[in-house]
């Protein structure tokens, strides 16, 4: 019998923070799918993406098999054995279905200027999935902000409900309050009897800020946006890595770092 809370946990973010260099992937993918082997890491993929999209991804971009996928911002959780069309996990879409109203968000912000629906695919009934439309905007950063401030001040007495994520300076999501990666992973965490002390974390933007709980150890890699940098570096300095290199390779040296795939 293996000993989970022996095994290191690690949930990592897809686009921008594995993707970006196949080479460097690849890489990393073997040193993962090593340690999956050898039965002494669970990985977590924690993404924006549909279901769909990361098993695409992984016949098609080199991402690593995972023990659990976190897809939607952390809206949906699926459990092996996957498959396209499958239900995610039902305890964690009940446990949010209670607290949140797709229609009473897109009714809430249906006359803020500026901000366009996102594909179907990105909007679910957990999630309501805008970008910010920054074509419009002389200054992108005073623009985006903008708006960010009025959604924020709009939905702040409801917060005990429902949150907002902005990833990439333009993308912004509605979620249930009990919603996003962090929570996603503490739940799997507590589901799968893994330690919460041997967790590793890694992205690129803003939606994967929720994931560096206290706990984490975190590693930003070198091309990340400014909402995680800036967040990260109010961290505990020991508890996260700056990588000095950008997608996988700056992951690859983040575990590393910590202990992790050292061959
Ligand atoms: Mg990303």
């Not at 923070?17 to 082997?37: I, K, W, Y």
């Not at 809206?75 to 446990?95: A, D, K, Q, R």
């Not at 990833?167 to 739940?187: E, F, I, M, Q």
Request: aromatic share 10%; with cysteine.
């Amino acid at each position: 019998m293996i000993n989970q809370k022996k095994k290191w946990v690690f949930s990592t973010d897809i686009d921008g923070t594995l993707t970006g260099d196949r080479e460097s992937l690849n890489e990393l993918t073997q040193c993962l799918d090593q340690d999956r082997e050898k039965e002494n890491l669970f990985l977590i993929l924690c993404t924006g993406r549909t279901l769909t999209e990361v098993l695409e991804g992984q016949t098609r971009e080199g991402i690593p098999l995972a023990d659990a996928i976190v897809c939607q911002v952390g809206s949906e959780i699926f459990l092996p054995p996957f498959h396209v069309n499958m239900e995610g996990e039902e305890n964690w879409g009940n446990h949010l279905k209670k607290q949140f109203s797709r229609e009473f968000v897109v009714d809430l912000f249906h006359d803020i200027p500026f901000l366009i629906m996102q594909e179907e695919r990105y909007n679910t009934q957990l999630k309501v999935s805008y970008t910010i439309d920054l074509a419009s905007f002389p200054d992108k950063t005073f623009g985006s902000m903008k708006v960010l401030r009025t959604i924020q001040k709009r939905l702040s007495p409801y917060e005990d409900r429902y949150q907002i994520i902005y990833s990439s300076g333009k993308h912004l999501d509605v979620l249930p309050a009990k919603a996003g990666k962090g929570n996603a992973v503490r739940y799997l965490i507590k589901y799968f009897g893994l330690s919460m002390n041997r967790l590793v974390v890694a992205g690129d933007s803003g939606n994967d800020c929720s994931m560096f709980i206290p706990e984490a150890k975190g590693i930003v890699v070198n091309n990340a946006q400014q909402e995680l940098i800036t967040f990260a570096k109010k961290l505990t300095p020991h508890t996260v890595y700056f990588s000095s290199v950008p997608f996988a390779a700056g992951v690859l040296a983040g575990l590393k770092y910590f202990g992790m795939c050292q061959e």
